[in-house]
C-alpha cells in the first residue's frame, strides 16, 4: 500500500486541478433547460462529458449513458461501484459568497465552489484513488466502476436509468455523506400542498399581490419575497423589521425581502427558515384577498416554525437515526393559486405509510389538496456486515480513529442499489457546508480523503 499512497501525493497536484475545472461548470438541474438530447440541461451534460473526458485521459474506460448517467471502469471480475454525482443544487445568492461559487478557487488551503464537497470533490478523489491502486501495479482482481450520475439532487432518474440497461455492482459506497460509515438514510418523502385562493379585496385592506420563496425542495429557504400594493411602508418596517427583513417601496407598491439561511434539508435546524419568518407575521397585518390571509394562517398553524412535524402530526424518532425532518422548502403565490412544497426525512425504523397517512389528514384538516411528489423507503444496513467492517478498517487505517457507523437524513444513490453504504467524504468535527454558501473543501481533507478511499478499493480488491 506504501507505493498507492505515494501515488496519490504525487498526483495530488493534477487531482485539485481537474477537479477545479469540474467545479467551473454549473451544473444546476433546471427544468426549462430540458431537451431531448439534454434531458437535465446542457451544463448538467457538460459536466458528465468533463469528467469522462478526464477519466479517459487517466485511462479508464468510459461509457456515457443517454446523457443521464455515466461509468469510468478499471480491472476486471466481478462488479464493485463507487456512486456519485455531478449535478449540484443552485449557489443561491452570490453576495454571499467569497470567491464565486463557480470560480474553482485555492485559497488559504481551501478549494472554493458549489460541489467541492457535494459531490464533485468526492467524487474526483476517488476518481484519483482508483488511478493509484491501478498504477500502484496491483492486480486488479474486481472491476472497479465509478458511477457518475446527473439528477441526485432533484430526483435519481440518472441512477434509474443506469439500471435499465447496465451491470448493477455486487456491492459499492458512494462518497456522498460523511465518514466512517453511513449504514442508514431516513425515508424521504415530498409532496406539494395547494389551495386555490382569491376574490376581491376588501377596500382600504393592502392586498398581498405575489408571494414566493425557496428554490430547492431539499433546501431550506435562504429568503421570502412578498410584494403588497396599498400598504405603507413604514406599517410594514413595524410588522416585519423584527425579523430582519427589508422593506422598500417598488413598482407602485411595497417590496418585503425575508432573508434566511440555507441548509441541507436532511438538518432543517441547522439552517434559518425565511418562509417560515414570514408566516410568524401574518397574524400582525390584515391585508387582503381574505383567502390569501385566512389560508396563510393555516399553513402557518400547519407548520408553526417546526422542524419535526409536531403540529403537522408526524413527529417521531428512533434511537438509530433519531427525529424525523420537515423542511417547508418552497412556497408561491400565483395564478389563483397557494402553493407550498415539503421534504420529510423519516427514521429508518419508523412506519412511512403512517407518515404519510399523517400528511393526508393534515392535509384534509386544513383544506389544502395534496399531490406526492416522492416517497423513498429508509436504508439500513448492519453494522456488523462485510461491508461496513471493511469500510471503518480501511478509515482506522489511514486516520488512526475507529468511528463507529451511523445514521443520516440524507439520501444517497445507496438506497437505489443493493449492499452498499455511504463513506465520507465529510469527515468528523469538519463544518457542514453542502448546499450552503462559501461551500469549500479543505486541500488537507481532500488529500486525506482521497487515501481513505484507495485503502478501502485495495481492501476490496484484496491486497490487504
Known amino acids: 500500500m506504501d507505493k498507492v499512497h505515494s501515488l496519490i501525493d504525487s498526483d495530488f497536484d493534477a487531482l485539485v486541478e481537474d477537479l477545479a475545472a469540474l467545479l467551473r461548470i454549473r451544473s444546476v438541474f433546471e427544468e426549462s433547460c430540458r431537451t431531448d438530447e439534454h434531458p437535465f440541461g446542457q451544463d448538467v451534460t457538460a459536466a458528465l462529458d468533463k469528467f469522462l473526458e478526464i477519466a479517459a485521459q487517466l485511462g479508464f474506460r468510459t461509457k456515457n449513458v443517454d446523457n443521464m448517467v455515466g461509468y469510468a471502469e478499471i480491472g476486471s471480475g466481478p462488479l464493485f461501484g463507487v456512486l456519485a454525482h455531478l449535478d449540484v443544487v443552485p449557489e443561491g445568492k452570490a453576495e454571499l459568497w467569497r470567491f464565486p461559487p463557480y470560480g474553482g478557487v485555492v485559497s488559504d488551503g481551501k478549494l472554493y465552489g458549489r460541489g467541492t464537497t457535494d459531490d464533485k470533490g468526492p467524487a474526483v478523489s ?4 482508483l488511478k493509484a491502486l491501478r498504477d500502484s501495479g496491483a492486480a486488479l482482481s474486481r472491476r472497479f466502476r ?9 430526483g435519481f432518474r440518472c441512477i434509474e436509468r443506469y439500471k435499465k440497461t447496465e451491470e448493477i455492482p455486487e456491492a459499492g459506497f458512494s462518497p456522498d455523506a460523511d465518514f466512517p460509515v453511513v449504514n442508514g438514510e431516513k425515508g ?14 376588501a377596500k382600504g385592506l393592502p392586498e398581498l399581490v405575489s408571494l414566493s420563496g ?14 403588497f400594493k ?12 423584527p425579523v430582519g427583513a427589508s422593506v422598500t417601496n417598488e413598482g407602485g407598491g411595497v417590496l418585503v425581502v425575508i432573508n434566511g439561511v440555507a441548509a441541507h434539508a436532511m438538518e432543517p435546524w441547522k439552517g434559518e427558515n425565511a418562509i417560515y419568518k414570514f408566516l410568524s407575521r401574518v397574524d400582525e397585518l390584515d391585508f387582503g384577498p381574505a383567502s390569501v390571509h385566512a389560508e396563510l394562517l393555516k399553513l402557518r398553524g400547519l407548520f408553526n416554525g417546526e422542524t419535526t412535524g409536531e403540529s403537522l402530526g408526524i413527529a417521531c424518532r428512533d434511537d438509530i437515526s433519531g427525529p424525523l ?13 397557494l402553493t407550498v412544497k415539503c421534504d420529510v426525512r423519516y427514521p429508518v425504523t419508523a412506519d412511512g405509510q403512517s407518515v404519510l397517512d399523517g400528511i393526508a389528514s393534515a ?5 389544502w389538496e395534496l399531490e406526492i411528489l416522492e416517497s423513498k423507503k429508509p436504508l439500513y444496513v448492519q453494522p456488523d456486515s462485510d461491508l461496513v467492517r471493511t469500510l471503518l478498517d480501511a478509515y482506522e487505517a489511514v486516520t488512526g480513529e475507529r468511528g463507529e457507523p451511523f445514521s443520516i437524513g440524507g439520501g444517497t444513490y445507496c438506497r437505489a442499489m ?7 467524504g465529510h469527515f468528523p468535527g469538519e463544518e457542514e457546508l453542502a448546499h450552503q454558501a462559501n461551500e469549500y473543501v479543505t486541500l488537507d481533507s481532500l488529500r486525506k480523503m482521497t487515501h481513505v478511499y484507495a485503502e478501502a478499493l485495495a481492501r476490496f480488491n484484496g491486497n490487504i
Do not use: M, Q, W
Not at 425557496?214 to 410584494?227: H, I, M, S
Open 126 to 129: 476517488a476518481l484519483y484513488a
Open 146 to 154: 465509478l458511477i457518475v450520475g446527473l439528477d441526485e439532487e432533484s
Open 188 to 201: 424521504t418523502i415530498r409532496f406539494t400542498l395547494s389551495k386555490a385562493v382569491g376574490g376581491h379585496n
Open 214 to 227: 425557496g428554490t430547492r425542495v431539499n433546501v431550506v429557504p435562504d429568503e421570502a419575497r412578498a410584494f
Open 230 to 241: 396599498g400598504a405603507g411602508a413604514g406599517n410594514l418596517e413595524k410588522i416585519f423589521l
Open 325 to 337: 425532518s420537515c423542511n417547508l422548502a418552497i412556497i408561491s403565490l400565483g395564478g389563483g393559486r
Open 363 to 367: 392535509a384534509e384538516r386544513i383544506g
Open 418 to 424: 443493493p449492499n452498499a453504504v455511504s463513506f465520507g
